[in-house]
């Protein structure tokens, strides 16, 4: 148990199943904190390795550990660590990613300074084999670009994120078990609600890529999860047959990166995804900074998608352009890059043929 009965600033909840191997890493990185008033709550999820005799052991008092009696997975796993988290704001982090010293401090100062914003995330790096690399998240936000790309992708990376604990607590539950895998997704969908969803665009925290992470080993439930969001989100928009195939095409070759099958797919994404610019740019009207930033990330997607199908083959290079959501340029190097992906499938297309 935590020393004392003073509530702390932050509450960091982390759901904790067989990751005596990272979560040692990860408690580490909380003591390292600039921000020193904190608890961490563990809530072991009947892991069979020693997790839990780990952080039961661990010395420092601001770690709390509670046990599940039976498996329950991990989106009730972390409802139970938000149900019992005592701070005034709540931190999401997962068992094996590392916060940089600076992360709970500057988030705190944000929302601080933001009482518009009830929940902020911050960029990430990724961990893997050692070596920290970028992550192909936007360099550059704003909290109109946020909610504009959790339109089309989740825009942050859970174990960045930082809410509001009185937030928290409306939400019943915080987030939704049916959801699995994508429930960070559907919680920034449903915490809109109460107010601005933020990024800090500096790296705080350190996402930890490996072979039994759970976006490596559950990929199909978490398309399936994300394409559910997505069309719950866009059937006012687009009516719900439409909106359910356009979450299907969003998730798989936007989000997925799977190459499009064919010129009419990739004509049925590019008209999907100007329509829901349009209409969130009606809805939202965000600022000029804002529309830039959204036109630009915009386009960075669609010549994506398009290099993914011009190195398959399966689409051309004119097919790319001319099925481009309108008002995207893509800039000289966009258009390098296309034209160098458009010869890649060239060449492929003649050596299947």
Not at 142 to 155: R, V
Not at 217 to 223: I, L, V
Not at 239 to 258: Q, S
Request: aromatic content about 6%.
């Amino acid at each position: 148990m935590t020393g004392g009965s003073r509530a702390p600033i932050v509450s960091v909840v982390i759901p904790g199943y067989n990751g005596e191997a990272f979560i040692g890493e990860t408690l580490e990185s909380l003591a390292a904190q600039t921000l020193a008033d904190w608890e961490a709550i563990v809530v072991d999820d009947r892991s069979s390795d020693g997790t839990r005799e780990l952080v039961r052991g661990w010395r420092d008092p601001r770690v709390r550990l509670i046990e599940n009696d039976v498996n329950g997975g991990p989106v009730r796993t972390r409802n139970r660590g938000v149900a019992a988290a005592r701070g005034r704001f709540v931190a999401g982090l997962d068992q094996d990613d590392l916060c940089l010293p600076e992360r709970l401090a500057r988030q705190v100062a944000y929302l601080d300074a933001h009482p518009d914003v009830v929940l902020v995330g911050t960029q990430a790096e990724q961990l893997r084999d050692g070596k920290v690399s970028a992550m192909h998240y936007a360099p550059h936000t704003t909290p109109e670009l946020i909610a504009w790309l959790s339109w089309i992708e989740n825009p942050l990376v859970w174990s960045t994120v930082m809410v509001r604990a009185e937030v928290a607590r409306t939400l019943d539950p915080f987030t939704r078990p049916e959801i699995l895998y994508a429930e960070d997704f559907d919680l920034y969908h449903r915490v809109g609600a109460f107010g601005r969803i933020a990024r800090i665009d500096v790296p705080l925290l350190r996402y930890r890529q490996h072979a039994g992470g759970a976006s490596k080993r559950f990929t199909d439930t978490m398309r399936d999860s994300a394409m559910r969001v997505l069309a719950e989100r866009h059937a006012g928009v687009l009516g719900v047959e439409e909106a359910a195939t356009m979450a299907r095409l969003l998730v798989l070759h936007n989000m997925g990166g799977v190459p499009v099958p064919d010129r009419a797919t990739l004509q049925r994404l590019g008209a999907g995804i100007a329509t829901l610019q349009a209409a969130f740019l009606a809805q939202e009207r965000p600022d000029a900074e804002s529309r830039k930033l959204i036109r630009w990330e915009t386009a960075r997607r669609w010549a994506r998608i398009g290099r993914a199908g011009l190195r398959s083959g399966s689409v051309r290079l004119r097919d790319v352009l001319a099925a481009r959501p309108a008002h995207l340029g893509l800039g000289y190097a966009g258009v390098e890059t296309l034209l160098w992906s458009a010869a890649v499938g060239a060449v492929r297309r003649r050596q299947a043929g």
